[in-house]
């Protein structure tokens, strides 16, 4: 019995002081690496951060566009819908300004060739098989055209208040904005027609948001460069012209 208690060591005052010490110093270097782990993901975020985006968007090109199926349609997530959306306003763009079709004339001719189609193919039926085909009824259901509605008055509304705010005379540099961009489309206007514009506009919409979604860390820092030349040009015009521009306070009218 008197030799097992001196087999087993007694511990000492400076192997509980060692103890301690590693636990302390493993502490220490647990949380400076959590302090530099910190560090690391706060500076990564502010580099996002400072990430030029045009426009000075925040969300992904898909939410900017509106989501769902119509910025489906122009990022082209659906090959076939896209392509085939394209190719129809291609159609209706070669029938009316090439062949110089008419709406009413396409729509007769469209009429005449299903009605025509339609009476032989009933009369072809009923001669063969003795009973007259099951021709489907169509009905334009009612909420599509409440929410496009909705959707139109929306955006007419903000147009309004955005042109109301614009002609109130608060912000003159968004007010040179409209006026060049305004004076841009007239320029446009006069070297074609509304249907030849609203073609373009509608192939852009199908190029311009897609290549930028593929090639948007390439194009940023370019329209970086642009936006900050703009600036100097703007503080420039802005010294010379809008500077000397008397600010006219209006009266108020006695009531």
């Known amino acids: 019995m008197a030799e097992e208690s001196e087999s087993t060591p007694v511990p000492t005052m400076e192997s509980v002081m ?3 010490r590693e636990k302390i110093q493993a502490h220490d270097s647990s949380s ?29 090109v898909h939410q ?26 291609t159609v209706v763009w070669v029938l009316f300004e090439l062949i110089e079709y008419h709406l009413l004339t396409l729509v007769c001719h469209i009429l005449i060739l299903a009605l025509a189609l339609m009476f032989l193919w009933s009369n072809a039926h009923t001669f063969i098989n003795k009973t007259r085909p099951h021709i489907p009824e169509v009905h334009l259901p009612e909420e599509p055209f409440l929410e496009v509605a909705a959707a139109l008055r929306m955006e007419i509304n903000y147009a309004f208040a955005v042109l109301h705010d614009i002609a ?36 852009l919409l199908h190029t ?35 500077s000397k521009i008397p600010n006219v306070p209006l009266k108020a009218k006695k009531v």
């Open 18 to 20: 060692e103890k301690i």
């Open 32 to 60: 400076s690496d959590s302090a530099l782990d910190r560090e690391k993901s706060a500076s990564s975020s502010s580099v996002k951060a400072k990430i030029y985006r045009l426009f000075g968007r925040e969300r992904p």
């Open 64 to 89: 900017v566009l509106g989501g769902g199926k119509p910025a489906d349609v122009f990022l082209w997530r659906n090959k076939k819908i896209s392509a085939g959306v394209l190719g129809a306003a």
């Open 168 to 203: 109130s005379g608060r912000d003159l540099k968004k007010f040179l904005l409209v006026m060049v961009g305004l004076w841009i489309l007239s320029i446009g206007g006069t070297w074609c027609n509304f249907l030849t514009l609203f073609f373009i506009v509608f192939v």
């Open 208 to 242: 311009v948001p897609v290549l930028y979604e593929k090639y948007e860390d390439k194009v940023d820092p370019f329209a970086e460069k642009a936006m900050v030349e703009l600036k100097k040009q703007y503080v420039v015009f802005d010294a010379k012209v809008l």
